[in-house]
């Protein structure tokens, strides 16, 4: 009897201990480093989502290179609320250029962590999404109660039956020993169901949206502060992102990648070319300063995921004025330097041909030798822009690497495989890009592929 009310505690404990918090800033598990160019600072922040809440959520933020903002500040709200006057904390970056804090989540749902950035080159603002989700209770939990209930029941009946019929009596003697039987069985049960509440809980993403087949296309609609980007100067892109069906703010964007959009930026020559993240500064929208070197017209290109969708690319154009600039042609494969890194293009097979899968790969090495500590860009070894110079096709292709996972020391090199498969001939224009030494560096080539 003692070990069965034992047991019965125990299964109290399991019903009111706090559940875990399945959660994400998007899909992708309890942590997420988002990198994003907020203002002039191009900022990495890593969120760890608390397993339990109310609980802290960890923010660590790092300068993904200069300029480095003097401090930012911090202010949480729920998603759609304002956020507070006064910043719930302050950053000051020191070497090296991180910091981290927490901010206290109150419960599950949609909150919104907002970064105000402050240096010498002035102000940064970015707003991001954090959703965290509660699993819903152990299948266990009902079944668990009633066993429980029934214990209890029995243990009281089976005491006054054994109390006012002091065994002596067989109809008693009877009773009593069926409820220390069925008291026997609610414990063994209790004790199952307990050991399966401590079982683990698959986490759960929210549910993607009704429509069928997933979210709907998503609509750019791209403006420029000045309205005339001028060559040398500086100019901030606002991406307007709404569903294709409801012409609402699109603001279900899941991270991919380690950001919420990747944009990359080509004038028509292809001597112009960037690949930033916008940040968002309010539902579907996100900004962008960059400063256009050339005159002439530049295509957006814009890769999100939808939650519950899969990635997609969304372009718009935009014309730059002022004075041309020369613009010197992109090198065929071959070998280049990078300050101190040699890094050789090759293509395999050396002739490209449209429809033949072909392995284009960099060979990176520097006065010590090859290359090995290409550090992880984007979750990734490497990344590959291609397009085709009329601008008709466009592709983002990563290295054939193991993708790192969040706190990963994982390095690559000395060479970094992309396959691809071009769909027509023509000339490209390909860009690659890798971290090295905290650096990212693009190596741009021009390819040839014959029909
Ligand atoms: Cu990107």
Known sequence: ????????????????????????????????????????????????????????????????????????????????????????????LSAPLSATTQLDLAGPGTWEVELRAQGDRGQGLARIPVTVA??????????????????????????????????????????????NYVAFAAAVATAIFVWQQFAPVQAVAPAPGTTYGGAPHINLLLASEPQSPVAGSPAVLTLDLRDGATGLAADDLSPHHDALVHLVLIDESGGFFAHMHPARIAPGQFAVTLVPDR?????????????????????????????????????????????????????????????????????????????RDVEPWLGMAGHLILRRTDGMLFSHIHAAAPMATPGSTIRYGPELRFVHTFARAGRYHAWFQFRHAGQVVTVPATLEVAP
């Open 134 to 179: 509660q699993p819903p209770l152990p299948p266990t939990t009902i079944p668990l109660a009633v066993a429980l209930g029934a214990l209890v029941i029995s243990l009281l009946a089976g005491a006054a039956v054994s109390a006012g019929g002091r065994a002596t009596r067989g109809g008693f003697a009877a009773t009593a020993r069926i409820l």
């Open 295 to 371: 005159p002439g017209t530049y295509t957006a290109y814009a890769e999100i995921v939808r939650h519950g969708g899969g990635a997609q690319v969304v372009t718009s154009q935009f014309a730059v004025t002022g004075a041309a600039a020369v613009t010197p042609a992109l090198p065929p494969p071959g070998e280049r330097t990078f300050e101190r890194l040699k890094v050789t293009v090759q293509t395999s097979p050396g002739q490209l041909r449209a429809g033949e899968q072909a392995v284009l790969a960099l060979l990176l090495s520097d006065d010590a030798g090859p290359v």
């Open 1 to 92: 009897m003692r070990s069965a009310a034992l047991v019965a505690l125990l299964a109290c404990l399991a019903l009111v201990a706090p559940l875990p918090a399945a959660a994400h800033v998007g899909d992708t598990g309890p942590v997420q480093t988002l990198v994003m160019d907020a203002g002039p600072y191009a900022l990495a922040v890593t969120m760890t989502i608390p397993p339990a809440l109310p609980g802290p959520l960890l923010v660590a933020l790092t300068s993904e290179r200069a300029p480095a903002p003097a401090a930012v500040e911090l202010r949480l709200t729920r998603y759609g609320s304002p956020f507070p006057a006064s910043p719930t904390t302050r950053l000051t």
